[in-house]
């Protein structure tokens, strides 16, 4: 590994690590194109390797959150379970499909992501107003996305 090398992957992970640790996400979003393109891993490699990378900055500001007690503990335990089922179908996937093709989802993926950041939820729940009692089709529903979003 040449400085250029070490210089970039230190930048870019601190650019990463950043925008988690200020938005809660961004980060995921930003770390595959950033390690196809401006650290020149092959696709397959940086999916895998992403997952890798947000995953310890994510447990890293979990474990702050449930520190200061600003988390729902059952709620993310659920979605994180399913959310890892999800992503072993989604390695499975990723070594099935071409790189190219990879990369023409998660861009659609990010289409996705951003047109629902920037929709405006009408029944949106504040934090502060907010338990972990959910009924039934509720917990179903949190499984589902934590499985759809980890895949």
């Known amino acids: 590994m040449d400085a250029w090398f070490i210089a970039r992957a230190v930048g870019f992970g601190g650019l990463i690590g950043f925008s988690l640790g200020a938005l809660g996400a ?3 979003i930003l770390t595959v194109p950033i390690l196809v393109y401006a650290m020149g891993m092959p696709v397959q490699g940086a999916t895998g390797t992403s997952l890798a990378i947000v995953g310890l900055n994510a447990a890293t500001g979990a474990l702050d959150h449930l520190r200061r007690r600003r ?3 059952r709620t993310g335990m659920t979605f994180g379970v399913s959310g890892i089922l999800g992503a072993l179908a989604g390695v499975w996937l990723n070594h099935q ?3 190219e093709l990879i ?3 998660f861009s659609l993926l990010m289409l996705a992501a951003a047109v629902s ?3 405006r939820r009408a029944g949106a729940v504040s934090i502060t107003s907010f338990d972990e009692r959910y009924p039934g089709g509720r917990w179903l529903r949190l499984v589902v996305v934590g499985s759809v979003s980890g895949s």
């Open 117 to 119: 950041v920037l929709r």
């Open 103 to 105: 990369m023409v989802l």
């Open 71 to 73: 988390s729902l503990l």
């Open 26 to 28: 961004g980060g995921s």
């Open 97 to 99: 499909l071409r790189g």
